[in-house]
């Protein structure tokens, strides 16, 4: 059976919202001559962050893979899949911000980076640790959940004053 898991909400709607409020503003204030340029820039924008923001991971009985969308494929980031047999440890490495990252590492010696920003994270190590017998108690969410949320809420009070400093 195939498990899909998608980034978690408050991640993707933190960066969206984010990408929102940095950029709304810029349609108002450009010149006459530009406005329909940077509203087209502001529409592309918004769509490549949307589809940056759409990668995920799925499970299935032999294998784990990490799919991107085309938009991520074209800024590097690549899709992978590796099967369960193949992998022999996890590796945490410290991160400047004093969390840690995680990584799969093959029998090839080839290094995966564990997604730690999806939905279902306990279900989805439960798996891991199933399929690879392997100890995942160290890994955890990369940052506090409230960090992405505390971003969205100042996101979206940056919006509501743009749109209302622009209407008033």
């Given amino acids: 059976m195939i498990e899909k898991f998608k980034p978690l909400f408050f991640v993707k709607s933190s960066l969206i919202s984010l990408y929102l409020a940095l950029t709304i503003p810029v349609p108002f204030i450009s010149s006459e001559d530009l406005k329909i340029f940077s509203i087209f820039l502001f529409v592309f924008g918004l769509f490549l962050i949307i589809n940056i923001t759409n990668d995920y991971v799925n499970t299935c009985d032999k294998k784990i893979f ?60 439960l798996i891991v640790e199933n399929k690879t017998k392997l100890n995942v108690n160290q890994i955890s969410y990369i940052s506090p959940l409230w960090t992405y949320k505390l971003l969205t809420y100042l996101s979206i009070f940056m919006i509501i004053g743009e749109i209302l400093a622009f209407t008033i």
């Fill in 66 to 125: 990490y799919q991107t969308s085309f938009v991520s494929k074209i800024f590097g980031k690549k899709k992978w899949e590796i099967y369960w047999k193949d992998i022999k440890l996890i590796k945490s490495l410290p991160t400047s911000q004093g969390s840690k990252v995680h990584y799969f590492i093959t029998k090839n010696n080839e290094s995966f980076l564990i997604p730690q920003r999806i939905e279902d994270l306990d279900k989805f190590l």
